[in-house]
């Protein structure tokens, strides 16, 4: 390949948040010479829109948090469907991971004796979330990258990966990418392949997702013959932005609530007590005198229902703008102002503070803020094994928000920071010990990657006047109107018949222009991805008959935990079609099954 840049090394990661960051890390540290590969330029990822917190049971605030109450806490907020040893490992190395990174130089927030202070947040039983302000997600990236560096990872900076490679036996062996800037190819040989590419956020309309978000890491295992899991279950955060129109869909964190921001509607009614679910009843306070005796510190444990799982304050919101109840711009209203000073606002929440004063002309210290869901993030992705977080084809791996399994339907807040830590330093260790065992210099199929670069110039050739931007628009509003946060079968097929359609579409956009920076080449590229994604959610949401998590089916409202509460959809690719079977999860060892019992 005389006329394509070719780089080698033992382990290509691509994606550069916190999970490949992790990775890099720990690759390099195993003596791998690695590289890593992300779309934007570094330091961008969209791990800093996670801003409440790292969640592990650290016990700093409270002496009986341990990993056990966090596992069992992780498991009920994702209704069962997790992974029950990913949540094991999750909730076992989690305290040593934060500390890890306070020995790298992140500077969190501390106790008066000086222990690193962690929060409260829904779901979660105790206050776990280590936090720096709410701004978390920057000082976790900041500090991982600073560390990367400093022991000499390779970046290869806005570079968009194509397709994944694999050698004569299937084995994931590299992958063709673009630089952005010049619109030249580029190959990487590698022995291993890390994704650490993120979520699909911005295949819908509203989302708290960077334009990166186009699920680029589950469209390249995906058509490397790697497995999806239950791509059906998309978060919709509680709390987004929803006015001015420009900022739709920025999210509005968390810790908002966790430091005491009530939900009211147009009557000025907290309604969040009139959806407490049955299955968190027991420790969920049921009147307002007994939710602000939790606030103020004389607790009980029965924690204010703003604090419930995200797919819980979701599908309440929803129902109170359906209902009529609605903010003047169809959302609700999250209130910090009354229940604290404007002082404390400022300190503990300075992002928001400023977020909303320059965006929406909004002081939060006096007034509340327009919040509605938006789509934040996808529990399902990449199937992976646990321990070594290697995908079904050989040679690759996953970790972050593009691997499945960890979270089940629903993911708890602030523990997205510290699966990408844990999984990111687990796949690092497990693809360096794949590439340590496999010998030889890495053949590069030239065959292969002439076609792929030939797909990826063929936009240019099309004639007709199919636009990139009016396909990712219609792909957005399918999404948006028929798989968003309630779903219908007959919406569901409606909506894939649509998505048949955009198929065609998006193999038919005509790209104008040459090749230097042509954001018009690089969303058709990623339209192809979007779409992908988009058929493997909306399959699976077709065949779970239930409402489960982050998957709210109108049609079947209670979940069925006899039978589709025991399984996973797997999603896979064969012959250009995506289809979906199901499969069993694996069994709980019993030594975990007593933990919720002893809760029961």
């Not at 994931?172 to 630089?179: F, P, Q």
């Not at 199929?445 to 050739?461: G, M, N, P, R």
């Not at 636009?467 to 079968?489: D, F, K, P, W």
């Not at 699976?540 to 008959?545: P, S």
Request: hydrophobic share 40%; charged share 25%; with cysteine.
């Amino acid at each position: 390949m005389p006329d394509i840049e070719t780089h080698d090394f033992d382990i290509l990661i691509i994606g550069a948040g916190g999970a490949g960051l992790r990775a890099a890390i720990e690759a390099q540290a195993k003596g791998m010479r690695t590289a890593l590969v992300c779309k934007s330029l570094l330091g961008k990822a969209h791990t800093v829109m996670a801003e409440g917190g790292v969640a592990a049971a650290m016990g700093n605030v409270y002496s009986e948090d341990n990993w056990k109450v966090h596992f069992r806490d992780t498991m009920r907020g994702g209704k069962m469907l997790n992974n029950w040893r990913m949540a094991q490992l999750h909730a076992q190395e989690s305290p040593e991971r934060v500390l890890e990174l306070e020995q790298w130089g992140a500077l969190f927030d501390r106790t008066p004796d000086g222990l690193i202070l962690q929060r409260d947040f829904g779901g979660h039983r105790y206050a776990r979330l280590a936090h720096v302000g709410d701004r978390t997600g920057l000082e976790l990236l900041r500090t991982v990258q600073h560390r990367a560096v400093a022991v000499g990872i390779q970046v290869f900076m806005e570079c968009k990966i194509i397709r994944l490679l694999h050698d004569e036996a299937g084995r994931v062996n590299g992958a063709v990418g673009l630089w952005r800037e010049t619109g030249k190819f580029v190959v990487f040989g590698a022995k291993s392949v890390i994704l650490a590419t993120g979520g699909v956020g911005k295949m819908y309309k509203f989302t708290s997702n960077s334009w990166e978000g186009t699920g680029d890491g589950h469209a390249l295992a995906l058509w490397a013959g790697a497995d999806l899991i239950d791509m059906e279950c998309i978060q919709f955060h509680p709390t987004g932005m929803i006015w001015p129109p420009s900022a739709r869909g920025l999210l509005v964190t968390e810790g908002v609530r966790g430091d005491g921001g009530i939900l009211k509607n147009r009557d000025n009614e907290r309604f969040m007590f009139n959806y407490i679910s049955d299955y968190f009843k027991a420790e969920t306070s049921d009147t307002i005198e007994e939710a602000d005796q939790w606030y103020d510190n004389k607790r009980d444990f029965r924690r204010p229902p703003e604090l419930l799982p995200r797919d819980e304050v979701a599908r309440a919101i929803n129902s109170e703008v359906k209902a009529g109840r609605g903010s003047p711009h169809g959302g609700v209203f999250l209130d910090i102002a009354s229940r604290r000073s404007a002082e404390d606002i400022r300190r503990r929440l300075p992002s928001m503070y400023h977020q909303f004063k320059e965006l929406a002309d909004v002081d939060i210290t006096k007034d509340a803020m327009e919040i509605g869901p938006t789509c934040h993030y996808i529990m399902g992705g990449i199937r992976v094994d646990a321990d070594s977080a290697a995908a079904t084809v050989p040679g690759l791996f996953a970790a972050g928000e593009v691997a499945g399994g960890m979270h089940g339907a629903n993911r708890l807040g602030g523990n997205s920071l510290s699966d990408l830590l844990v999984f990111g330093r687990r796949a690092g260790i497990g693809a360096a010990e794949y590439a340590l065992g496999t010998s030889g210099k890495v053949n590069i199929d030239e065959t292969q990657v002439e076609k792929i670069t030939q797909h990826a110039l063929s936009f240019f050739d099309h004639e007709g006047h199919e636009n990139a931007y009016s396909a990712h628009q219609a792909l957005q509003n399918t999404m948006q109107e028929l798989v968003g946060i309630i779903r219908t079968e007959s919406e569901l097929l409606e909506a894939k018949d649509q998505l048949r359609g955009l198929e065609e579409r998006a193999q038919a956009v005509s790209v104008e222009g040459h090749r230097q920076f042509n954001p018009g080449w690089h969303l058709a590229l990623d339209l192809e991805a979007m779409v992908a994604v988009a058929q493997c959610t909306t399959l699976g949401a077709i065949d779970r008959r239930e409402s489960r998590g982050g998957h709210t089916r109108e049609d079947f409202p209670l979940p069925d935990n006899e039978t589709l509460g025991k399984i996973n959809m797997v999603t896979s690719i064969a012959n250009g079609e995506v289809s979906v079977r199901s499969e069993a999860l694996p069994e709980m060892p019993p030594e975990l099954k007593e933990l919720f019992e002893e809760a029961h």
